[in-house]
């Protein structure tokens, strides 16, 4: 039971370059969640899905998107990246509706735009 | 106004005493409350959860939550040189489907041998 995996650890671009980010999990959770952290700014919500097959923006959704792939799978991809983009990114996943709302976040995505 | 505000710090404790970490929230309609520890280039793990005013222990830890007052504290007993990570508290305000959490810039403790 790997929990929450997230791919590739570590990432240089330069700007304007493209990539994206994978984050699978193997909880059997409904939801999942991208978040960016910045020194003293806590996490913010990037975009999450509250189940398979929707998606929805979160407080900093704009140089984003993402794709909800299938239950186990949310990827979020920067189209062009900036510098302003330079950032730790985690993806977490959770169970609503059952009373039990806790996040589990996976290793983060340590991203550098040059 | 943050939604939810926590002192940066850094909180120096010597080893052995009480951590107070304290965090205030606007949405006076949130119910749902969380404290999780982040270690240095590590990922947040989830240490306590209240949802009712009062006081709710787990070991050496204790979440106390006000809502009249709109804040929530963590409380760490006999503090260790390994509770010395960036604490974050996360409230989810009302009327969220999602299960959203939003963060504090969260409160970095030292504690001392």
């Known amino acids: 039971n790997a929990g929450v995996t997230q791919t590739p650890k570590f990432q240089v671009l330069k700007t304007g370059q493209s990539m994206t980010l994978q984050c699978a999990q193997d909880m059997n959770h409904n939801s999942m969640y991208w978040y960016r952290q910045d020194p003293g700014m806590g996490l913010r919500l990037i975009y999450y899905?509250?189940?398979?097959?929707?998606?929805d923006k979160g407080e900093v959704p704009n140089g984003y998107n993402v794709s909800r792939l299938n239950k186990r799978e949310f990827s979020l991809r920067l189209e062009s990246a900036a510098p302003s983009q330079t950032s730790v990114y985690f993806c977490?996943?959770?169970?609503?509706?059952?009373?039990?709302?806790?996040?589990?976040f996976g290793p983060g995505t340590r991203l550098l735009v040059l | 106004q943050k939604e939810v505000e926590q002192n940066s710090g850094p909180l120096s404790v010597p080893e052995g005493a009480i951590a107070s970490l304290n965090c205030t929230y606007s949405d006076r309609g949130s119910q749902s409350f969380f404290w999780y520890r982040q270690y240095s280039g590590k990922s947040p793990e989830l240490i306590m959860s209240?949802?009712?005013?009062g006081d709710k222990e787990d070991g050496r830890f204790t979440a106390q939550l006000n809502k009249a007052s709109q804040y929530v504290s963590l409380l760490i007993r006999d503090s260790q040189p390994s509770d010395s990570a960036t604490y974050l508290c996360?409230?989810?305000?009302?009327?969220?489907?999602?299960?959203?959490?939003?963060f504090g810039g969260g409160t970095r403790l030292m504690v001392k041998p």
């Open positions: 899905s509250a189940s398979e097959g929707t998606t």
């Open positions: 996360a409230v989810i305000p009302p009327g969220n489907a999602g299960n959203m959490l939003t």
């Open positions: 209240i949802y009712s005013n």
């Open positions: 977490a996943s959770s169970e609503i509706g059952t009373g039990v709302e806790t996040q589990y």
